[in-house]
């Protein structure tokens, strides 16, 4: 089976830097994804990682480490529209294994 | 433009009612997802399916059915609504290749079962 972990809640002030962590446990691994849902919106596609390290883009960035099952979301400059939840998603086997983790909720305050 | 239509946006019925959620997507992709998702609550996996006349049961067990008939369509159908079926049905589609599991979602249809 597949199990993912995320902190529920975090808060942050605009213009800081926040990291969202990610720990997962699969049979397999194809690579993990991070999305972004405004709350009553459908969920959006940020990053992708199938390899060990930082992918970056913008003032987004998703670390990986596959030996250890973890990754991050690094969001820098916050705005307060970067306010929402941000899933972290595992695919395992090639196909149907492909698992959406609980969410991070994110409050951006002035 | 190419994208994934949801309807109804919103939908309000009553207990015993059959009804259908339409997806459909103009991006030409085979695979297309179902998830259930209840406000404040992680995504659930309802079915799938990975080409024409292929349907699947996902991860979370589900009273509904869907269909594939053509690519571009996969719509759910509940034969008897009921109150416990209240919640936000998401469809989905992705590539084939590399970016297979890159999704992208309609805009979702909120069911209410009265």
Redesign the interface.
């Known amino acids: 089976g597949q199990n993912i972990d995320q902190p529920t809640e975090m808060t942050a002030t605009e213009g800081a830097i926040v990291q969202i962590n990610c720990t997962y446990q699969t049979s397999g691994f194809n690579g993990l994804f991070w999305y972004q849902q405004h709350a009553g919106e459908a969920p959006t596609f940020l990053s992708y990682n199938v390899l060990d390290g930082l992918e970056e883009k913008g003032r987004f960035s998703s670390f990986l480490s596959r030996s250890k099952g973890y990754s991050y979301l690094l969001l820098k400059e916050l705005q307060m529209k970067d306010s929402a939840s941000y899933l972290c998603a595992v695919s395992g086997n090639y196909g149907q294994n492909f698992v959406f983790g609980p969410g991070t909720r994110l409050s951006v305050l002035p | 433009e190419a994208d994934i239509y949801q309807t109804p946006r919103y939908l309000v019925i009553g207990t015993g009612k059959k009804i259908t959620l339409e997806c459909s997507q103009t991006m030409g992709h085979d695979k297309m997802y179902w ?1 259930q998702q209840d406000p ?4 659930h ?1 309802i079915h ?1 399916s ?1 080409g024409v006349n292929s349907t ?1 049961k ?2 979370l067990s589900s009273e509904s059915t869907v269909s594939r008939i053509r690519t571009e369509h996969f719509p759910l159908t509940l034969e008897s609504a009921r109150p416990s079926h209240t919640s936000q049905y ?1 469809c989905a589609s992705s590539d084939t290749g590399v ?10 249809t909120q069911l209410s079962v009265l």
């Open positions: 998830y404040g609550m992680e995504l996996l799938y990975y699947e996902g991860d998401l970016w297979t599991e890159k999704l992208f979602f309609g805009s979702g």
